[in-house]
């Protein structure tokens, strides 16, 4: 079993930035990839940014170039920095990391502001 508790979300205008973490415990030894996913009013679940055991990361088009993605295996953390936030970023983020099974966080609200 893996737990994840999220942190760093928040209300902010819109250009502004926020930084989201990931804390994993339990069978962390497991964990390869991790990442983000998030999920708007009325829209379904997308997918955001994601980082393997590597390093190797990977983003959606319409986050590529305003979000980074990183983690610190030492920590078992997995932080998403997103600036020039956008309206449309408004969502549910939801930290997400892959064992032989997938395990979600609990969610956490992001809100931009026009």
């Known amino acids: 079993q893996v737990q994840l508790v999220e942190s760093g979300g928040g209300s902010v205008q819109a250009g502004g930035s926020l930084r989201l973490s990931c804390a994993a415990s339990?069978?962390?030894?497991?964990?390869?990839?991790m990442g983000w996913y998030r999920q708007a009013p009325g829209k379904q679940r997308e997918y955001v940014a994601s980082?393997?055991?590597?390093?190797?990361?990977y983003y959606a088009d319409s986050v590529r170039g305003r979000f980074t993605i990183s983690r610190d295996n030492a920590k078992n953390t997995v932080y998403l920095q997103m600036n020039n936030l956008k309206p449309d970023d408004t969502a549910v983020y939801y930290c997400r990391v892959v064992t032989t099974l997938y395990y979600w966080g609990q969610g956490i609200q992001v809100t931009v502001s026009s």
């Open positions: 980082v393997t055991s590597g390093g190797g990361t």
């Open positions: 339990g069978r962390v030894f497991d964990i390869n990839d």
